[in-house]
């Protein structure tokens, strides 16, 4: 049944309806403000997430990897292009010894210029005889320079059939090609032929350029180990003048005896001035 309220009741009931009211509104403000603070920790979560450093690791060895990949193919690339070997050399212009014989001597030919050491290859010329000094340098891809300097021929030096040259300092090497301005000189003492890199006394060096020098119409000396050099003069006898430094006043010696021989009539057949004190002839 119907139930009468009066106007007092009226008042209490709205009042307790808006007391519910505010309670629920505080209770949905909670709420929110705990939902708020919730998704800010989950957005922190996000923001900064924790490092995997297994994952780290792995990268940098597939990355180590490729370099090694890479280079591995750029390698074997270099070693089977064939723009990349050596066929000859650049070698700078020589007098006397051939560029093919210095080619040989260089053990290049074929290589892959990886594998070519400059003074390896400068040993292996400097090896040649009649070479003094070389120097070598490398270009890629695949090109050698040589530069030599060579040994010169200041005498041709003839013993026991056969025929050297020998420098201003006394070494001798093979004998390449003529040469007519070398002046020649015949061993009358040995039959056998010198052996490999022998080297003539420096004194008989000397000796033999003076007197070519000193006397220019020289066109061979002889030699022998008594008497040293020698030359047939154009006046149908041998002088001999030993060696050494002294060729100027052994042959102002040696002209002057002939004067006084030629003033008393005598013809010589030798006339020996290797002692420039005590010269003497044989008729």
Known sequence: MPVSRTPQDLDVARERRKTMGRRRAAR?????RGGRGRSWGLLQDLALPQLSFSRVRVGWRLCSLGVVLLFGALLGYAMTE????VHSIELVDTNYIPGDEIYRAAGVHGLN?????????AANIQGVPGVRDVAVEVEWPAT???????KEPALLWQQGGGRVWVDKSGNTFPAREPLDWLLPVI????????????????????GAWQLKELRPNIEVLHYDVGQGLSYQ???DWRGFFGTGEDMAMKLLVYETLIEKLMARGVWPKTISVVDPGTPFHRE
């Not at 949905?28 to 929110?32: V, Y």
């Not at 064939?82 to 070997?85: D, I, T």
């Not at 210029?113 to 290859?121: D, G, K, L």
């Open 28 to 32: 949905m403000r909670t709420r929110k």
């Open 82 to 85: 064939p723009n990349f070997f």
């Open 113 to 121: 210029i990886f594998w070519v050491n400059p003074s390896a290859v």
């Open 144 to 150: 050698v320079y040589v530069e030599v300097e060579e």
């Open 187 to 206: 061993v009358d003492d040995a039959d056998a032929s010198l052996p490999a890199d022998a080297r003539i006394p420096l004194d008989v060096v000397t």
């Open 233 to 235: 003069d154009g006046r």
